[in-house]
């Protein structure tokens, strides 16, 4: 009998399990330190690329943990992830220990990090006045507005203009973070389509400093949100954002394909919040010395070892390495499932 | 020769008012061309005119501001414009520019132009 842990329930963890479950002599322990598992699907409403249902994935998600063999833990949040011996001694195999918030041991063959991201926090960008003004929000709190099916500007009216930001808290020394968060571009044009299904009546601008549609499907889809819903992009970064006396937001940017400043007020601008990585990621990443510049985790070789650290028996996958979809994500825990099972043959 | 003029000043707006944009004529060039809806601003179309050789003459700057409701003096800005249709050819999102084209011409110099200016 062979002992994998995985830490963190989102879709890459789950997804590792129930592969890893599948095969004969293996018990899988799943952490994952909220009380639910799959917290970043279960605030959002529809997924790129296809418009499907989160709730429908994640129900799709928690029936693979159906198993015997995946004992799942929940509000287990591991803080520590240690090697007891060397290789040489367990015959070729390294023994982990894991610790969790409260103290609790675990032990364990190989380990998995699927710890995963966290939104970043609007606040810090101070200027765009996030939890200043009521009428800015973010991506997130969208989501959370279309899943209740109902929009509302700050006045509780319907809003007439609806204004996206892109890059909120990538691509930005200020933020620290000079990398792309890739999700965000796709997020945008579809939350603006999903808008104007909602509220024909909407007239929504993305602004965008470069419109990165990179999977399959996001160019059709920006290329739909311009012909059939009429969403209207422009290139510039707002560099900052006001209230004005009626409980609008004016926003100041340049449109750089005419060169000239522009001015606007919209009921509501949302923020296009990057991905960073999780406290989870970054403590683990730190302790285990694959931690990049931000916390995100490396991998032996971006091509050919990508799942691996240079300890053998911990394994990473998921959006704890980088900014990642969610089918890039299951396909980087399927990869990594594989490459654990090899290590324990 | 690269500045050479057509006898008209070009006065386009020193900066952008959203709240005071009108965007009725960009509707009706929308409604009479959907094509038009799918620039991406890319360039081509400028790129490949001749008219853009020998003049400040640019088709895509005048698209671009049509498209941010700013009409000031675009009538007088599409004159160099010989209709040739080449960037029709080159345009990778298969807008329409010549028939974009005539229709701003006709969009804005009608005497009962929707935003009345
Ligand atoms: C605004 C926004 C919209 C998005 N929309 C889409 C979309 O429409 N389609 C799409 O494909 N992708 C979308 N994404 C991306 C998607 O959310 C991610 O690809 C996906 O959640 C990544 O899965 P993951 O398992 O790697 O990480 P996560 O979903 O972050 O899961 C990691 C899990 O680990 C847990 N954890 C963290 N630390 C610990 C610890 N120390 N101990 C135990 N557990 C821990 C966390 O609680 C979490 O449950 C979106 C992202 C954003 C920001
Ligand atoms: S995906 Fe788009 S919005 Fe997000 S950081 Fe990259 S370029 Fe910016
Ligand atoms: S070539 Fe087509 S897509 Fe490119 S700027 Fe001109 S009209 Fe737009
Ligand atoms: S039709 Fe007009 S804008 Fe187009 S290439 Fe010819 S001259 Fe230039």
Redesign the pocket.
């Known amino acids: 009998m062979r002992t994998i842990a995985i830490i963190g329930a989102g879709p890459a963890g789950i997804e590792a399990a129930s592969v890893l479950a599948a095969m004969e002599e293996t018990e899988v322990l799943l952490f994952e330190k909220s009380a639910t598992t799959l917290d970043n699907l279960r605030d959002k409403a529809f997924l790129f690329p296809d418009f499907s249902s989160a709730a429908d994935l994640v129900e799709i998600m928690e029936a693979k943990l159906d198993r015997d063999n995946i004992k799942l833990h929940l509000s287990t949040a591991i803080t520590s992830v240690v090697s007891t011996s060397s290789a040489t001694e367990a015959g070729g195999i390294m023994a982990w220990e894991l610790q969790d918030a409260s103290g609790v041991r675990y032990q364990a063959d190989a380990v998995l990090v699927t710890t995963g991201y966290k939104v970043f926090d609007a606040h810090r960008k101070e200027e765009l006045g996030y939890g200043i003004y009521p009428g800015v929000i973010t991506s997130i709190d969208l989501e959370k507005k279309l899943k209740e099916g109902k929009i509302l500007n700050a006045v509780g009216d319907t809003p007439k203009k609806i204004v996206f930001l892109q890059c909120v808290g990538s691509r930005d020394e200020k933020s620290g973070n000079h990398y792309c968060s890739k999700v965000c571009c796709v997020t945008a044009v579809k939350q603006a389509i999903e808008v104007r299904k909602m509220l024909p009546e909407v007239e929504a601008y993305v602004f965008y400093m470069d419109l990165r549609m990179w999977g399959g499907g996001f160019e059709e889809m920006y290329r739909e949100a311009q012909e059939k819903y009429g969403v209207r992009f422009v290139r510039g970064r707002i560099s900052e954002a006001a209230s004005t006396f009626d409980g609008k937001i004016q926003i100041k940017s340049e449109d750089t394909l005419v060169g000239l400043p522009l001015k606007m007020s919209a009921d509501l601008l949302v923020l296009m919040v990057g991905m960073e990585p999780s406290e989870g990621t970054k403590t683990l990443t730190h302790q285990c010395n694959c931690a990049d510049a931000y916390g995100f985790a490396t991998t032996v070789n971006p091509h050919l070892r990508d799942n691996e650290t240079a300890q053998p028996g911990l394994y990473v996958a998921g959006s704890c390495k980088r900014p990642m979809s969610i089918n890039d994500s299951l396909t980087d825990a399927r990869s990594a499932a594989l490459r654990i099972a090899e290590y324990l043959k | 020769m690269r500045n050479l003029k057509f006898g008209f000043a070009i006065s386009i707006p020193r900066s952008i008012n959203m709240d005071t944009a009108d965007n009725r004529l960009l509707k009706q060039l929308e409604e009479e061309v959907p094509s ?1 809806k ?11 005119c001749s008219a853009r050789q020998f003049t400040d003459y640019n ?2 700057r005048i ?2 501001l049509f498209r941010m409701q700013q009409y000031q003096d675009l009538e007088n800005e599409l004159k160099p414009c010989m209709l040739c249709g080449k ?1 029709t050819l ?6 329409n ?1 010549r028939s ?1 084209i005539m229709n701003m011409r006709k969009i804005l110099t009608d005497p009962k132009r929707k935003d009345n200016e």
Not at chain 2, 39 to 48: D, K, L, R
Not at chain 2, 90 to 95: A, F, K, Y
Request: aromatic residues 4%; charged residues 10%; hydrophobic residues 35%.
């Open positions: 038009f799918r620039c991406m601003n890319c360039g081509a179309c400028s790129a490949t088709i895509r698209h671009s960037c080159v345009c990778p999102r298969g807008v520019l974009m």
